[in-house]
């Protein structure tokens, strides 16, 4: 048995939902492939009696995993630096907020696991880069309707969202009117 603790219930959902809450925290170790990675590793699912988990990267290397290709859990210095993927994310929101978009898609168009990416946006601008895309897709929303020529159901959907009431809840909750009210008001 190679050394590292078993996969505990919670870390394990969160490697079935990719979810990236633990990544930089723990690390997961394979024992059929040699490989370990951040939790929320886009890879294979593995079985549960093959993890065995570490708390730093280190830890895992010395009992002889070798990091994996896919999410890189060993190079922040191979990472970009903070303000150009910042600069990055932001030009990647812009281009493709009408597009369905998470944490993780962006992640993996830049490069870099979705905590690193987390982490640098909010700490470069206080918003999680998920917050700017809301904004982004609101302001373009507010573009549209004040053009006046879409369905509110058309902006919605050009602006990147999936359901024309949430886009009215989030539209009145950022701008206190309804996006039917402010297309009245300008009218
Ligand atoms: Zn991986």
């Known amino acids: 048995m190679k050394p590292g603790l078993p996969v505990s219930d919670t870390l394990y959902g969160a490697m079935m939902e990719r979810n990236p809450r633990f990544d930089g925290i723990l690390y997961v170790g394979i024992v059929s492939t040699g490989i370990v990675c951040y939790p929320s590793c886009r890879s294979r699912l593995p079985r549960r009696h093959n993890i065995r988990v570490f708390t730093s990267m280190r830890a895992a290397l010395e009992a002889g995993f070798r990091p994996c290709k ?96 949430y886009f009215a809840a989030r539209f009145q909750e950022a701008f206190g009117m309804t996006p039917s009210a402010f297309r009245e008001k300008e009218d």
């Open 70 to 165: 896919r999410c890189r859990p060993d190079s922040p210095a191979g990472q970009p630096p903070d303000a150009e993927l910042v600069r990055k994310a932001e030009t990647f929101i812009r281009d493709n907020f009408s597009a369905p978009m998470t944490l993780d898609s962006m992640a993996r168009a830049l490069n870099v696991s979705p905590y690193h990416l987390q982490r640098v946006f909010k700490r470069a601008t206080l918003q999680s880069p998920a917050q700017r895309l809301r904004e982004i897709r609101l302001m373009k929303a507010r573009e549209l309707l004040a053009e006046g020529r879409a369905t509110v159901g058309e902006v919605a959907a050009r602006a990147g969202f999936h359901s024309p009431s």
